[in-house]
Nanobody, 122 residues
Framework: VQLQASGGGLVQTGGSLRLSCAAS????????MGWFRQAPGKEREFVAR????????NCADSVKGRFTISRDNAKNTVYLQMNSLKPEDTAVYYC????????????????WGQGTQVTVSS
């Protein structure tokens, strides 16, 4: 499966962006998905995850109340709506297909997209 993340860009503090993760080569409708991010010099960290049907979601405490993960299985796409963005949200954002294990661990995900850069200016 190939994952293509898009929607990143430069935005001011308090702004919004919606990231998309489109899949090809395999339907995502039976897979849970996750979003991670990696800032320069830091480890990749969990942001949000969503169950295969979209009914089960979790977000990291750092983004709770500001970010929302969703999916459209008919379009084979997962989204991350990011509101009230802060400079500390600046990172490359990656989507990934969940395999097994802890939701918060990068090793629990099989396939990764190439990432999309989000930069929040102060």
């Amino acid at each position: 499966v190939q994952l293509q993340a898009s929607g990143g860009g430069l935005v001011q503090t308090g702004g919004s962006l919606r990231l998309s993760c489109a899949a090809s080569g395999r339907t995502l409708s039976t897979y849970a998905m996750g979003w991670f991010r990696q800032a320069p010099g830091k480890e990749r960290e969990f942001v949000a995850r969503i169950g295969w049907s979209g009914g089960l979601t979790n977000c990291a405490d750092s983004v709770k109340g500001r970010f929302t993960i969703s999916r459209d299985n008919a379009k084979n796409t997962v989204y991350l709506q990011m509101n009230s963005l802060k400079p500390e949200d600046t990172a490359v954002y990656y989507c990934a297909v969940y395999s097994s294990g802890s939701w918060f661990y990068t090793g629990s995900y099989d396939y990764w997209g190439q990432g999309t850069q989000v930069t929040v200016s102060s």
